[in-house]
């Protein structure tokens, strides 16, 4: 079904639903992938149904396949094809999805299929250090560039704005002076670890009404 062009949104009807069925997506090694997937594990609300990759040689589709989550990569041209994409979310029943280490742009169809239902992790304090090619250690070395006095993380809603969606939550951790990059990227990265699980745990309650 389509208005003025556009598909229409896509979310399924969860009142009689067990579980939000969440896809992850994601680029790279997948350790956050693995965390979300590890705390939801036994979760009575919540299932990490599916973890789509733009590249197939993402080590997080075999994080995700070794602890048992249906995989499937979407390279470029199959992740900007709506024909593609909203039948693969349908058939796992996707009711979320959260942005993991994703670095390509979500298409404004899935935007619209999924308004207020998908959200990004970004390892730097946003508005500072954000948008085109902000990504990984571009991030901290950027951070360490400017002689910040701190980093953090930051769980935002996804807009066709890059990194430019309303701010969820942000945490935050104190710099020394000598901190290299990759301890920047390290003190980072367990700010993650930490509370990446609980604020989306947090943004389903509040979607979902649990």
């Given at each position: 079904?389509?208005?003025?062009?556009?598909?229409?949104?896509?979310?399924?009807?969860?009142?009689?639903?067990?579980?939000?069925?969440?896809?992850?997506?994601?680029?790279?090694?997948?350790?956050?992938?693995?965390?979300?997937?590890?705390?939801?594990?036994?979760?009575?609300?919540?299932?990490?149904?599916?973890?789509?990759?733009?590249?197939?040689?993402?080590?997080?589709?075999?994080?995700?396949?070794?602890?048992?989550?249906?995989?499937?990569?979407?390279?470029?041209?199959?992740?900007?094809?709506?024909?593609?994409?909203?039948?693969?979310?349908?058939?796992?029943?996707?009711?979320?999805?959260?942005?993991?280490?994703?670095?390509?742009?979500?298409?404004?169809?899935?935007?619209?299929?999924?308004?207020?239902?998908?959200?990004?992790?970004?390892?730097?304090?946003?508005?500072?250090?954000?948008?085109?090619?902000?990504?990984?250690?571009?991030?901290?070395?950027?951070?360490?560039?400017?002689?910040?006095?701190?980093?953090?993380?930051?769980?935002?809603?996804?807009?066709?704005?890059?990194?430019?969606?309303?701010?969820?939550?942000?945490?935050?951790?104190?710099?020394?002076?000598?901190?290299?990059?990759?301890?920047?990227?390290?003190?980072?990265?367990?700010?993650?670890?930490?509370?990446?699980?609980?604020v989306v745990e947090q943004?389903?309650?509040?979607?979902?009404?649990?």
């Amino acid at each position: 079904m389509e208005v003025h062009g556009k598909r229409v949104t896509f979310v399924r009807n969860l009142a009689n639903m067990e579980k939000v069925n969440i896809a992850i997506f994601v680029s790279g090694s997948g350790t956050n992938c693995e965390n979300l997937i590890r705390c939801f594990k036994d979760s009575e609300r919540v299932r990490c149904a599916l973890v789509v990759s733009n590249k197939p040689d993402a080590y997080a589709l075999v994080r995700a396949t070794n602890l048992g989550v249906p995989i499937a990569v979407a390279p470029k041209a199959q992740l900007n094809d709506a024909d593609f994409m909203m039948p693969l979310l349908r058939q796992y029943g996707i009711d979320f999805i959260v942005l993991a280490g994703f670095l390509p742009l979500v298409p404004d169809f899935l935007i619209d299929a999924y308004p207020r239902r998908i959200v990004n992790i970004h390892p730097a304090l946003l508005p500072k250090y954000g948008g085109k090619g902000m990504w990984g250690h571009h991030v901290h070395e950027a951070v360490k560039a400017a002689g910040e006095a701190e980093t953090g993380m930051t769980v935002h809603w996804v807009t066709p704005v890059c990194d430019g969606g309303e701010i969820i939550a942000q945490y935050r951790c104190a710099l020394s002076p000598d901190d290299t990059v990759d301890d920047i990227a390290e003190k980072e990265h367990q700010l993650e670890m930490k509370y990446f699980p609980q604020v989306v745990e947090q943004v389903l309650k509040e979607t979902f009404g649990w």
